[in-house]
């Protein structure tokens, strides 16, 4: 009579436990998918590429003070980006990557106050082309994970 | 920059990048490999509008600091999507314990 409700108990017993440990043990490394962040870089990129496109076409004039609200937009875009990523947990490689695209857009600042050529254009679209490829790769990642 | 041999020099960074990247390095190869050359080529681009004097050297600074700000970017990408890999693979092998566990007793329980 013992056995019989004894077994039943420790089955009971082992199956809570295992069940408790497998419901909490979904793992996560990294930060989930956060659509504000995506749509944010996504719109900086297009931004950013209407603003290369018009300033391949003035290229050679000295037209820095003109184009001062994008880069002051930018600087808004990317502190609002950083506070929302800071505030996210294990979003550590999202925080560098802005940090890492703030630095490249202080870069074309300082190129455009140089008076941007004709040759300069490809360079900075390729290069802020890159990074913005892969912080969207990385988001879009983030969104298709298992 | 001439001299560089681009093939030779895209095949050690990919070399170098493997060994840091080993276990998700077969998932990345594609997207490291176009953007390792798309970093070799701006570089080259930088050094010939100098050699020419279509640049100057504070500009080329400047830009082989973009180039190397966005060559970070990609690293950075990859750490992300190596973590993301490991998690998915945890999370994959406890969802196997867990269709066990259920099928084995029948009802779900986990």
Redesign the interface.
């Known amino acids: 009579m013992i056995k019989t409700i004894a077994l039943p108990t420790r089955l009971i017993a082992f199956?809570s436990v295992?069940?408790l440990f497998?419901?909490s043990?979904?793992?996560?490394?990294?930060s989930d998918y956060d659509e504000i962040t995506d749509k944010t870089i996504t719109e900086m990129q297009e931004k950013t590429s209407t603003v290369l496109v018009q300033l391949e076409d003035d290229a050679g004039s000295d037209n820095y003070m003109l184009y001062k609200p994008f880069y002051q937009e930018v600087k808004a875009d990317l502190n609002t980006l950083s506070v929302r990523a800071n505030a996210i947990d294990k979003n550590q490689?999202?925080i560098?990557?802005i940090a890492?695209?703030s630095?490249?857009f202080d870069?074309?600042e300082?190129?455009h106050k140089?008076k941007l050529?004709k040759?300069?254009i490809?360079?900075?679209r390729?290069?802020?082309n890159?990074?913005f490829t892969?912080?969207i790769?990385?988001q879009m990642?983030?969104k298709n994970?298992? | 920059m001439e001299n560089i041999d681009i093939n030779k020099l895209l095949q050690d960074m990919l070399a170098t990048a493997k060994g840091e990247f080993n276990n998700y390095w077969k998932e990345v190869k594609p997207?490291a490999e176009t953007?390792f050359k798309?970093?070799i080529e701006?570089l080259i681009?930088?050094e010939k509008?100098k050699i020419e004097g279509?640049?100057?050297e504070?500009?080329a600074l400047?830009?082989i600091?973009?180039?190397k700000?966005?060559?970070?970017?990609?690293f950075?990408?990859i750490?992300?999507?190596g973590?993301?890999a490991?998690?998915?693979a945890?999370?994959?092998v406890?969802d196997v314990?867990?269709t066990t566990?259920n099928t084995a007793?029948g009802w779900t329980?986990?």
Not at chain 1, 25 to 30: A, G, N, T
Not at chain 2, 69 to 74: A, F, G
């Open positions: 199956v295992l069940s497998i419901s043990c979904s793992v996560s490394l990294i490689v999202t560098d990557q890492t695209l630095s490249n870069n074309m300082s190129l140089k050529s040759e300069d490809p360079l900075i390729s290069g802020l890159r990074s892969a912080m790769k990385l990642a983030k994970k298992k | 997207y953007e798309s970093f701006n681009l930088i509008l279509k640049m100057t504070e500009k400047l830009h600091d973009m180039q700000n966005s060559m970070r970017m990609v950075l990408t750490e992300g999507l973590i993301l490991v998690q998915n945890i999370n994959s406890i314990i867990r566990v007793l329980i986990l």
